[in-house]
């Protein structure tokens, strides 16, 4: 049996914890945003609205069109149903109490008074049935939540013509986040490639094309908009309003994200790998998909995740303006038209119920954009 050898004098026996396997720019990127709690918040919530929006049918307990009563205000759901019936005690899952009215009148306005129905309790179940949507082809009834006898369930209330507040805002995110998706697609398409056209080619082209780019950034928005909305008829179909509305978005957009990526193409331009390959002769197609584009993606990733919300308000507002779909579609700007007087806002104060939808919206895409900023560039 052989005796161990002794250790060389000198040699190093502690074991590495560092990972010897490389990593992809991807990889680190992701390392670094899971560290970010803004960033890992914003993803969760910004997957959990693309999950609404594409299973909207499904996550709305309501029928969006279906009136019931006028300006209800929102159920209220509860363990424990009061009083000494044998409804009454504290239950394993929540019950909702509906909305009728009490008999009374205010004796202000003398309208009638409504209140909680507490001698009816309504038990929440999960996938209850509803009414009937058409998913994939196919007629479903069933639903996220709902009531398990299927009668009306008001979380947030409702409307003026009587209809569910949640389940409108919920199938109205389709249509909110379809501008905002659409839009700053468009947006990121042209203005990369005008930017970084306009940053490489340079010289007198560079010149005459910046001198555009500024007109278009100095134009008036709100002008246009309200031209627009003068110049369509009140009888145009929904469709012809969004696409006046992503072309005015887009056509409005473009130009500030062109002037970023051209800055950042003129800066690597002037970099050694560039001009390596421009010595052995690479074509001008290859340096920019190769060298130039991959280096403008991460700033372009960031101006897309911080665009989003920013095309929400916008939407909101011109809904909100009259300028944006027409009934009987629904989003998130058309549903605040209903919040335009101080007397419905004091009177119905849930109208305002729209505006949270906006504000996760904006919040969720603004802590991505900011968690992927300090991960893609954390100098």
Known sequence: MLAPQPEEEGEDTRVSTVSSEGQSYGKLVWRRLRRSVPGMLGLTLVSLLLLIALFAPFMAPMDPKQPTIPFAPPDRISWHVPGDGPEA???LLPVTFATVETGEFDPVTFQPLFGPDYDNPRRIVLFARGWEYSFLGMTWDRHLFGAEDGSPVHILGTDKLGRDILSRGIIGSQISLAIALSSISLITIIGTLVGITSGYVGGRFDQWFQRFVEIILAFPQLPLYLALASLIPVTAPSGLFLTFVVAVIVGLGWAQLSREVRSK??????????RAALAVGASDGRIVTRHILPNVMSHVIVAVTLGIPTIVLLESF???????VKPPMISWGLMLQDAGTFSVIGSYPWILSPVGFVLLNVFAFNALGDGLRDAIDPY
């Not at 193409?265 to 560039?274: E, P, S």
């Not at 011109?318 to 944006?324: D, I, P, Q, S, T």
């Open 265 to 274: 193409t003129l800066a690597l331009r002037q970099v050694d790998y560039v």
């Open 89 to 91: 005690g504290w239950r």
């Open 318 to 324: 011109l809904g909100f303006l009259g300028f944006a």
